[in-house]
């Protein structure tokens, strides 16, 4: 380790990159599953990227606390900005959808209650 990082910081970052292997994998093996469909490859595929990036983040973040470098810091932060910024994406599409069914819910019920209605009403 090196000796001009303090020793939280070392112990922080180590803690924080087997916690960042860890969700990686997780995405990976969640991005696999959703890959078994044609349709669930639309999600498994960014999630699959997701977790490289997280991967790849962790190990940079590990290389810069054994080596002070500060390219390897750069790159930690490049990797996991596009681990966000996939994960953000996704969060909007979810949320866009959730409404779109919300509204679609909405209009189905407003619609079969009119038709029970006029059912009711004409018999």
């Avoid at 916690?19 to 999600?43: E, N, P, Q, R, S």
């Avoid at 999630?47 to 390897?72: H, K, P």
Wanted: charged share 15%; with cysteine; proline share 1%.
């Amino acid at each position: 380790m090196n000796e001009n990082i303090s020793q939280m910081l070392q112990y922080t970052v180590n803690k924080m990159s087997g916690d960042m292997k860890f969700v990686g994998v997780f995405y990976m093996i969640l991005g696999v599953l959703y890959c078994l469909t044609i349709v669930g490859a639309v999600i498994g595929i960014p999630f699959i990227i997701c977790g490289i990036r997280l991967r790849e983040s962790a190990d940079s973040f590990n290389m810069y606390i054994s080596t002070n470098d500060g390219s390897m810091l750069e790159r930690a932060i490049e990797r996991q900005s596009k681990f966000f910024f996939i994960q953000k994406v996704l969060m909007i599409i979810a949320l866009a959808l959730i409404i779109l069914y919300i509204i679609l819910i909405f209009v189905f019920g407003v619609a079969l209650m009119g038709f029970f209605s006029e059912f009711n009403n004409g018999y």
